[in-house]
Nanobody, 128 residues
Framework: QVRLVESGGGLVQAGGSLRLSCAAS????????MGWFRQAPEKEREFVAA????????YYADSVKGRFTITRDNAKNTVYLQMNSLKPEDTAVYYC?????????????????????WGQGTQVTISS
């Protein structure tokens, strides 16, 4: 069992920054790929960013590439999402997720279907 707790969401103006954190407990965190997803009202959940088990490989949605950075600290069992140059269209509930599968040293899935454990989400609202 893995428990994930997100924090760091809030209300910021367009152009601002936020850093989301996802604290994990339970199974060995360091062996899992981790991902961030988001869901805006009346929209499908979408992939934001993913990171492999040791942080050496990262993947981003085109919409956030160059603005968001995913990192992890395995010693603290925490994954982060640094979000810069925020836009109103980034407004959503952000979820972190843990993937129990392993498909190679650089593996981190961009599909939510591959993730087993999910946090409760944190609201991010960007005002124009």
């Amino acid at each position: 069992q893995v428990r994930l707790v997100e924090s760091g969401g809030g209300l910021v103006q367009a152009g601002g920054s936020l850093r989301l954190s996802c604290a994990a407990s339970g199974r060995t965190f360091a062996s899992h790929a981790m991902g961030w997803f988001r869901q805006a009202p009346e929209k499908e959940r979408e992939f934001v960013a993913a990171i492999n088990w040791n942080g050496g490989s990262t993947y981003y949605a085109d919409s956030v590439k160059g603005r968001f950075t995913i990192t992890r600290d395995n010693a603290k069992n925490t994954v982060y999402l640094q979000m810069n140059s925020l836009k109103p269209e980034d407004t959503a509930v952000y979820y972190c997720a843990a993937d129990l599968t392993y498909n190679g040293p650089t593996y981190a899935s961009q599909s939510g279907d591959d993730y087993t454990y999910w946090g409760q989400g944190t609201q991010v609202t960007i005002s124009s």
